[in-house]
Structure formats: C-alpha cells, structure tokens
C-alpha cells in the first residue's frame, strides 16, 4: 500500500537554529498537508498546499514557517528559527482530492522535533 | 466552524468484549468525518470515512462507525475487542477541504 514517507523520525535542535522537515507524499497525490501535535495536545492542522503554492494556514504557521516543493516528489516544511514551543510531533499528510466522495488523507509516521 | 469531542479520554476494556468510543462534532456544512488509530511510535492511520454515501460506515479490522445526523454524533464500535487494538484513536471532521479539526483522543486499552 503507498505511504507517506517522512525523515528524519527525530529531530533535536538548538533554540533559534533553522530545521527541515522533509516529506516524500504518494505520487499521484496533488494536495499536501502539515500538521501538528504538542505533547498533551491536540493534533493541529497548519498549512495546506496545490499546485505548488499555499491553499490554506492557519495562525500558528507564521513567517517562521515555510513549506516548499522543490521537486516532484518531496514536500518540506522550515523553521527558520526554532523557539522551545515548536517542540512537537510534525505530521505530513497527502490526499488525492480535497473533497468528495472517495477522498481521504495518508499520513505519515511523523517526525519528533525537539527544541533545546 | 468545525470542531470535535470525544466523550471519553480513556477507555478500557476486556479482549473479546465489545469497544465503543464515542464522538460528537459541530459542523456548518455537511461535514466528512473520520476515524484515525495512532499506534506508539507509528503514524496516523485511517480506520474510516464517512463523505455523505451510507450512513453506517465499514472500515478495517472489524471497526465500524454509524453517521448521526439528528445526534451529531459518529461513535466507533467493534463488536470484539483484540489486544492488537490498544492504541490512541482521533475522531476528525472536515468541512473545509484539506483543513482536518481533531478530537483529543481516546486511549484504549485491552485486557486479557
């Protein structure tokens, strides 16, 4: 069955450092998610993306975040400069549609970004 | 605005018995909802969904969920519980397309 590819599986980085995430979606998928999930908390929808540019963000994904395309097949999401709250679980998701019948989202394994 | 609430934080029970996890949401629109299970250390797999087709929903390893709308409701069953079903499981609804709100989380857990 495809899958979501997503690396590294855990990530510890220095206050103020910049990480990337990296995210290898199905093939055939044409739209591609990021979302979180805070230790505790609940899983939180950050950005969306088609077509190679933003569909939709939310206030967490502020200029510190970015998410890019640069090829066919990988999907990244940057922290330009990581503070101790973006400590969380980072999940890529992808779908074939964005809605009807017959749409769903694969989600990855995740990566663990720890903020030191 | 959509949101989600699972009733219940934490839910135990013995192999072989029956499993219900119970999950209300608020929608604007006719929403898609979803069942998702987290394993430790693994991602989020989709258990089922419901787009608007039949209401009562089949999905993987024996899990089914039935849509109500007069309830707002969209509670997971199965009928015998395993020891391969402890695990973290998310309602979650979508009326917005590619924007996915979810629950809190029920942690199931199964005793021999």
């Known amino acids: 069955e495809p899958e979501v590819t997503q690396t590294p599986s855990h990530q510890v980085t220095q206050m103020g450092q910049e990480v990337i995430l990296r995210c290898v979606p199905i093939s055939n998928h044409l739209y591609f998610y990021w979302y979180r999930q805070i230790l505790g908390q609940k899983v939180e929808f950050l950005v969306s993306f088609y077509n190679n540019e933003i569909s939709e963000k939310s206030e967490i994904f502020d200029d510190q975040f970015s998410v890019e395309r640069p090829d066919g097949s990988n999907f990244t999401l940057k922290i330009r400069s990581t503070k101790l709250e973006d400590s969380a679980m980072y999940f890529c998701?992808?779908?074939?549609?964005?809605?009807?019948?017959?749409?769903?989202?694969?989600f990855g394994s995740g990566t663990r970004l720890t903020v030191v | 605005a959509q949101s989600v609430t699972q009733l219940d934080s934490h839910v135990s029970v013995s192999e072989g018995t029956p499993v219900l996890l119970r999950c209300n949401y608020s929608?604007?629109?006719?929403?898609?909802l979803f069942w998702y299970v987290q394993h430790p250390n693994k991602g989020l797999q989709l258990l089922l969904k419901?787009?608007?087709?039949?209401?009562l929903v089949k999905g993987i390893n024996g899990f089914e969920a039935e849509f109500k709308k007069s309830e707002t409701s969209f509670h997971l069953t199965k009928p015998s519980a395993h020891m391969s079903d402890a695990a973290e499981y998310f309602c979650?609804?979508?009326?917005?397309?590619?924007?996915?709100?979810f629950g809190a989380g029920t942690t199931v857990t199964v005793r021999a």
């Open positions: 419901y787009t608007s087709a039949a209401t």
């Open positions: 929608s604007s629109y006719s929403p898609s």
């Open positions: 998701a992808s779908s074939p549609k964005s809605q009807g019948v017959g749409y769903g989202y694969t």
């Open positions: 979650v609804v979508s009326d917005n397309p590619g924007k996915l709100s």
